[in-house]
């Protein structure tokens, strides 16, 4: 796994802000992990409360940034700490 396409995924997802608080999910520590296998990264977040209803909002900006970026074809994202985790896991992991 390419690190530099670690730090690409990274400075994609900067641009993708907690709704509520309009910071970046990279400064408030929600993208929790980034893994490459080939052109598919799967990518964990952990809102910061295990009712946030902008997680939804949150796993859509990271899959499409992730996306967006040549060196990847698909991206699953994982939710961790979330009450609806395994829903939301599915929905953005298809």
Known sequence: MSEEIIEKIKEACRTVSD???GVSILEMGILRN???DGKIATLTIQPTNPSCMSVTRIASGVKQATEALDEIDKCN????GHVMAD???EMFSA
């Open 19 to 21: 709704p509520h608080m």
């Open 34 to 36: 980034i893994e490459v």
């Open 77 to 80: 994202v994982t939710v961790v």
């Open 87 to 89: 829903q939301l896991t």
